[in-house]
């Protein structure tokens, strides 16, 4: 998403009634925020399209799936390997997410498995990948803070935005 796409009070009303109430139609979200349909629907495609809105997938539990381990592993990479890396890992289905990162490791992975012995075999097809030098595993024992993005919609609409902020309905 680039800064010139950052979203503005009016953005965060509308994102926080689709998150209070994903379900919702068009017509019910204009209700809920004083907005017309038409802007209602203007700004979600725009939203949209400026990947401010995640795919649906990002709110299944890997644990209704069959899948209850979760697993963070760090990834040292062979110097110039990092995309070819990347690229590989994403053929792993057990593996959700890899974050580029900064520090004494080069990947963040986001991991989950059926079991432990699951989670070996994971490990082990990582560590296949040419150009993967090391990794180290940490395992979840208990999520303590479930993702969440309503506190920073509500301090969204709170504050001004970027350019001093809009709350007109333009869409």
Known sequence: MRSDDRIDQTDARLLTALNDTPRATMIALAQR??????TVQARLARLEDGAALRPFEHRISP?????????????????????????????IPEILQV???????????????????????????ILAVPGVERTNTSL??????????????????EEAGPAGGTTTEEP
């Open 63 to 91: 644990a209704a799936l069959g899948y209850p381990l979760t697993a963070f592993i760090t990834v040292q990479v062979a110097q110039r390997r990092l995309d070819e890396v990347a690229s590989s890992l994403a053929d």
């Open 140 to 157: 979840v024992m208990r999520e303590l803070v479930e993702y969440r993005i309503t506190p920073l919609l509500r301090r969204a609409m």
């Open 33 to 38: 925020t004083g907005l017309s349909r038409n």
């Open 99 to 125: 974050q580029g990162v900064s520090g004494s490791t080069d990947l963040f992975v986001h991991s989950v498995a059926v079991d432990a012995d699951d989670l070996y075999r994971i490990a082990g097809e």
